[in-house]
């Protein structure tokens, strides 16, 4: 039981951290950052299982973290409320061509990374993005002035932009 209950803290903590972190932070990783993940991912291991080294400790970390996983997921599902705290919510970053300065501040989004998301979507001239929206998840969607005319028109999404 003692290792349920540290995988729950455990748990706990890191879904703290990885909401507080940001959104981009979590998809988008460098070289350093997948090492300093793996690293951390072995701290989590011996504090969660301490001195308990059996399969079934592993397992039962495993069990709890999946456990709260599922628990979180359907939480989020059942309850719309709780959706923007566990889950986040998207972002306008820009509206009509002008970028919220603002907002690339608060989700510590450099303009770099605002260029890149806009050439990803075949755009040149941030004054033609009608909105660019920063998902929950941490993709860009991007919606031009000659899409927000159409009806059929779909929002381009794309990836993480380094």
Known sequence: MDIV???????????????VSGKRQVTQLSAFELILLVTLGDLISQTVLQEDLSLT????????FTLLSVLLSWL????????RLLEGEPTIIIK????DDDV?????????DILAAAREHGIRDLAD?????????GTFSVFT??????SEDQPRRGSQTS
């Open 57 to 64: 400790g592993g397992a039962l970390a495993v069990a709890t």
């Open 104 to 112: 690339l501040r608060y989700e510590r989004l450099p303009m770099d």
């Open 76 to 83: 989020s599902w059942r309850f719309r409320r709780s959706r």
């Open 145 to 150: 002035r000659s899409e927000s005319s159409g």
């Open 129 to 137: 993005v009608d909105l660019m929206v920063l998902e929950a998840d």
């Open 5 to 19: 209950i540290r995988a729950a803290i455990v748990f706990a903590l890191l879904w703290f951290v990885l909401r």
């Open 96 to 99: 009509d061509g002008h970028v």
